[in-house]
Structures are given as C-alpha cells and as structure tokens.
C-alpha cells in the first residue's frame, strides 16, 4: 500500500505497508533506488521511485522457512549490489544472493555465534569481508569466500550491540556492549585486546555512529536517554551530550550537515529526531509518521530525505519540508519564583537589540533556506527581590531552639530570647505568654499552695452558719468589732489580696444592718426633697409660677428623714484567666501565615504540662511539615527529636 503528501519530484513524503509484521531493521542500496526491510516475520526489497514504494522481492518464500529467516538486522553490500547479509535470532549469519535464479536466494549460513546476532556489517572496501556482533559478546570476521571465520574478537562483555568502521581507516573498527563501554580493534593484530576502551554510558549502549566528515568523531546512543559526541585520539574527549526522552535505539549522522545527527528510540517515543548538538536540548527537527517506536533509519542521496521503519510495520519516507519544528513552539517568555528567597525572574522575548541607543536588527552573513534554520529566539532576563514570598522558616532557630532537656519555663525563656536575637518578635511574644502559662501551672501543682488554699476554705458547717448576719439574730456571736475590721478591709479594698490568676479563695455572704454613722450610705447622691404621693402639693421652698387671680396661703409638709442602709448579700470572685484559648489561637495564626516552626515548637514545649484543644488531624499536618522543612534543610537530628516526642505526646507515626 502506498501513500504520499504534497511535494515535487522526489521529495515526497511516501509509506508503504509490510502487512506481515514489524521490521527490525533495513538497508539502503548503493544506488539509493532499493531498500531491504528485514524483521522476524518479513523480509522484502522495495524499490523507491517518485511515485512511492514498490515491492521488488519477497525473500521469505520456500518451504523450509526457519529461524535463518528471521532477521534482527540487515545489510547490503557496498560493492556488490546483489549481496546482502542478516543476523537471525538464532545467531546465524546468512548470506543472500539475489542473483540466484531460484526463489530461494539463501547463499550460505554461518553459525559461530551462540546467541542471537545484533549486528552485521560488510568491510567498506573489501566486498569479501563481513563483520557480525552477538549476545554472546564476541565480534566474528567472516570470509564470505572461504565461508568461514577467520577472527573472533572477545569484548569481555555479555553482549555486542553495535559495530562500525573506522572512517579513512579500513584496518580499525569500533564495538559498543551492554556493559556502556566502547572497544576500538585493529583488524591487522588478529584477537588480541581492543586498543582503546573508554566507558561511554550509565548502563547499555545500543549504537554507534562515526561522522562521516570528521574521522576522529564519534557518536553513542545508550539506555540512559543521551546520545554523546565523542573526540577520539589516544583517548576518548567528551564533547558534547544530547538528552533526549527515551533510551535511544538507533543513530545516523546527516550527511552534508556536520552538526545534525539523526536518532530513534527504543520505547515510548515514536518519532524520530534530527538534533544539532549544539543546542542539545530541543530536536532540529521530528518526524512523526510512525504510531510505534522507529527501529531504523537511513538516508538517500540527498540530506533532506531519509527511509525509516518501525514496529507499526510501516516504512516510510520522511522529508524535511514536512518536519515538526520543535524549537519554534518554544516559548521565548517565562516566569519562575524562587519561594525560599522571594525572587521573581522573568525572561521577555525581543526580536531586536539596542546599541549606543540605536535599535539594530540581527544580520546574517549567510542565508539559509528555511528549512535548515534552526528557530532562533531572544530575550532578556529580569530578575526582581520582594518580601512576598518571604519564607517563615528560620534555620538558626530550628538549631538553636530548646525542646528538651529543660524545664518548660526555662525553654520558653531561652527560646523567646532566641526569638528576640532573630528579629522575629511575633514568635518571641508567643514563647513569654507560654512562659507565664508555665508558671502559672507550676505555682498550681506546688503542694505548699494546695495546702495554704485547703487551710484558708473555712468549713461547710461555718459558711452556713455564716450566710445571714443580723442584729435581730440571738444566736450571732461575731462581736462587732470584727465585722467592722472586716467591712473596714473590704471598702478598703485589702481584702483582695490574692492573684488574679490563681484560684479563687474562701467568699462570705453578708446581709448585715449597718448603723454606724460612718457606714451609713444613702441610696441616692441627693436626699429628696420630700417623698412624692399623690395629690400631694409643692415643697415650701418652691414656688407656683402658675398665675394665681388671689393669694394663697403657703402650706408647708413635713420631709421625713428616711435613708436606705446598704446590705451586702454576696461578692462574685473574680474568674481564673484561661491561657489556653489564647495559645490555641495564636498558634493556629502562625500555621496558617506559613510558620509552623513556632506552630510545633510551641505545642511540643507545652506538651509536658498540659494539653491544648487543637485537633490530631491538624496537629499532623503541622508536624509532617515541620519535620519535611528540618530534613530538606539537612537538620536532621532536629528532624529525628521533632519525630520522637511527636510520637510520645501522640499517637501520630511517621514514615521514616
């Protein structure tokens, strides 16, 4: 099946579909006309013209189809045009002859290998010589005449995932194996030791690629999501490292461009990408045909078109008019917040740059089509300080906060005084109110003021005896002496002597008839003029104002002395002032500005006196945080004391 986009001659994007499965691989024929696609399931020649692909050749005929047809790789003979070679699963090495006029085109099979065959690769000038590595972790030189081979090089390793030749040296060849180590051998010194081995990668390497311009320059692709450029002389120089999203599979310099190199995965992505290792991070360009992950790559005659295959069993010819440019969908503008400091940096995209206060405009020297410009994007960056984002949590006080080893008031103390010495009042008047509730609990549980208080309640029997005193009651045996000092002390107020903060004392109920002159206090600030009845006429001292047609005489009425005496009946003691709702408050405050540093603290200090209402889902959240703070900034003995007294005060685990 075939399927083509827009374009001119020869630079359509075309498909063909295998139908008999996935393709492992495949291989380009010296005059860029044919393509070979191999796989364990399919092995076909197609032939590549302007109108799409075409199947040639199906070579997986004959009755006797084995494991020889399954190919995990292919190649195609730089010289001799009717030559190719697979690497099969079973690790053999067949050679086919395209040539033969029978359907069969098996040439010959080599089975030196023990495992399966990885990769296979003919000498680029003599036609007689073939390379294959395996599993087993061996590299075999065959000579395709003798049909045998005639060296077997060891890599030390479990397997050998790829080998290419040296270019401009027809003697030297390189391996890459899955230990992520690179072996350079010398054709010429047999089976001896590679002459050169470096490690390239954190784990497996699956390909190698030599640039095609430069012979010293060497790329890897590897499990480790990079593809590396390497400088090779008597020792291997990194030099540049592209990153990319999955391990890589497969790598193909550009031709004709000396900075793009082309790369397939080998799971999740589908798509297959040119990079510049220059600007390592973003592709040049993708091309994103396949629905499954790419497993081969070859480019035509021109740099602008290139064959790939994938597990989707499609093969598809890619053009770079109709590649995704990743790069311009970059987004020249950004934002980021630095949380801990309170820095805003800001990057603004510009199309210009300003010099000596004229606006000039970037010039090239040289113009490049369009296609082979990478999107080239400017911007200035900006950065700005604010107190917005001003984080709460203080390192000095973490490490020097007391959270045990003392008593509770002196921690409040100690701690308030850090609190001060780090310009954070808020936490320090936090810590001196716990200091004062402290002391106050401590005066409490003293046995010496239990025992005080118990002495100075007077009994039950006395106080109801004592509820009503009158001078009309015969069985009163208070002289009056004592009830006027005691009066005496009250309006004088000495009687209230005891701390405002601490429990009430023993309370007297009083209804008593004062008739000392001094004692005496009237009801109102003013005596009345007269008591007010009814029908009753003015006082003699005011006057009618009212016109009056004939004198009257001026009655007079007599004002009767009367006063109200006080009677004190009950005095309310004064209620205990409670630290608690007050602490609660202050510390649900501080949790929700962000600072649960004095949240915690202040509850883990408070803990070995009392017990605030605050609820364990809350108090979780406050400790889990805290403790996540101590260990991101390395405290993590703080971290640990935070963790163990956490756990004795209350049933909250952590995970360690």
């Known amino acids: 099946m075939q399927n083509q986009s827009s374009g001119g001659s020869g630079t359509k994007s075309l498909c063909f579909n295998l139908g008999d499965g996935p393709a492992n691989a495949l291989a380009i024929s010296k005059d860029y006309t044919h393509v070979v696609v191999a796989g364990r399931n399919v092995f076909k020649i197609l032939g590549v013209d302007d109108n799409g692909f075409v199947e040639k050749m199906n070579l997986r005929v004959g009755k006797n189809l084995n ?48 495992r399966t065959v990885h990769k296979v690769l003919f000498h680029p000038t003599d036609s007689t010589m073939l390379l ?24 030390n390793s479990e397997s050998v995932r790829d080998i290419q030749f040296v270019p401009k040296n027809s003697f030297s060849f390189t391996s890459v194996s899955e230990n992520g ?23 497996p390497v699956f390909s190698c690629d030599w640039h095609p311009e430069y012979s010293s320059v060497l790329a890897t692709g590897g499990r480790d999501r990079a593809i590396k450029i390497w400088t090779i002389s008597n020792v291997a120089t990194l030099e540049h490292t592209i990153q990319t999203v999955a391990s890589v599979g497969k790598i193909k310099w550009r031709p004709q461009r000396k900075n793009h190199i082309g790369s397939t995965s080998l799971v999740v992505d589908a798509s297959v990408c040119v990079w510049d290792y220059r600007r390592p991070f973003v592709p040049f360009a993708a091309f994103e045909k396949h629905k499954d992950v790419a497993t081969g790559i070859a480019w035509r005659n021109s740099p602008h078109i290139f064959l790939s295959t994938s597990k989707d069993c499609m093969v ?53 089509p369009l296609n082979e410009k990478f999107h080239l994007a400017q911007s200035n960056f900006y950065t700005f300080h604010t107190n917005l984002m001003k984080d709460p949590f203080s390192v000095d006080c973490a490490k020097r906060y007391i959270l045990n080893g003392r008593s509770a008031p002196e921690m409040c103390e100690k701690n308030a005084e850090i609190a001060l010495e780090l310009n954070i009042p808020q936490a320090a008047l936090v810590w001196e109110i716990s200091k004062l509730y402290c002391q ?40 009056e002496t004592e009830k006027q000092d005691l009066l005496a002390e009250i309006a004088s107020g000495l009687h ?67 006063t109200n005496q006080l009677r004190i009946t009950h005095m309310d003691p004064i209620p205990d002032f409670d630290f608690r709702v007050p602490l609660t408050k202050a510390l649900h405050y501080h949790a929700a500005k962000g600072d649960v540093q004095t949240t915690v603290s202040v509850w883990l200090v408070l803990q070995t ?30 971290a640990a004391l935070v963790r163990k007294k956490t756990r004795e005060k209350t049933c909250l685990l952590f995970t360690e």
């Open 67 to 114: 494991l020889n047809y399954s190919c995990n790789d292919v190649v195609w003979s730089t010289s001799d045009e009717n030559l190719i070679a697979t690497g099969a699963t079973n690790g053999a090495v067949v050679l086919w002859n395209l040539s033969k006029l029978t359907r069969a085109k098996q040439e010959h099979v080599f089975v030196d290998h023990q």
């Open 132 to 155: 294959s590595g395996s599993q087993d972790g061996t590299v075999k030189c065959f000579d395709i005449r003798l049909h045998e081979a005639k060296l077997t090089f060891k890599s």
């Open 181 to 203: 180590s690179v072996q350079i051998w010398d054709l010429r010194k047999g089976g001896e030791r590679p002459y050169l081995t470096f490690t390239a990668h954190n784990g």
């Open 316 to 368: 598809w010819q890619n053009v770079f008019k109709d590649a995704m440019r990743p790069g311009s969908k970059a987004i020249p503008q950004a934002l980021a917040l630095n949380v801990r400091r309170g820095e805003i940096a800001h990057a603004q995209a510009v199309t210009s740059y300003q010099q000596d206060g004229v606006t000039k405009y970037q010039i090239y020297k040289k113009t490049a």
């Open 440 to 479: 106050i609990l401590k005066t409490e549980e003293t046995p010496e003021n239990a025992k005080t208080a118990e002495a100075s309640t007077p009994p039950k029997e006395d106080q109801e005896d004592h509820t009503h005193f009158s001078d009309d009651d015969p069985n009163n045996s208070s002289s």
């Open 496 to 562: 209230m002597n005891q701390n405002l903060f601490m429990p009430p004392g023993p309370t007297y109920d009083f209804n008593y008839d004062v008739q000392q002159d001094w004692q005496v206090l009237p009801a109102e600030a003013f005596q009345p003029r007269h008591e007010i009845r009814e029908g009753s006429s003015p006082p003699i001292h005011l006057e009618d104002c009212s016109p009056r047609e004939m004198e009257e005489p001026l009655e007079t009425v007599a004002i009767e002395n009367r």
């Open 609 to 638: 006196l009392c017990q605030l209402e605050i609820p364990l889902k809350k108090l979780e959240a406050w400790c889990l945080t805290y403790v996540e703070l101590l260990q991101r900034h390395r405290l993590h003995t703080k």
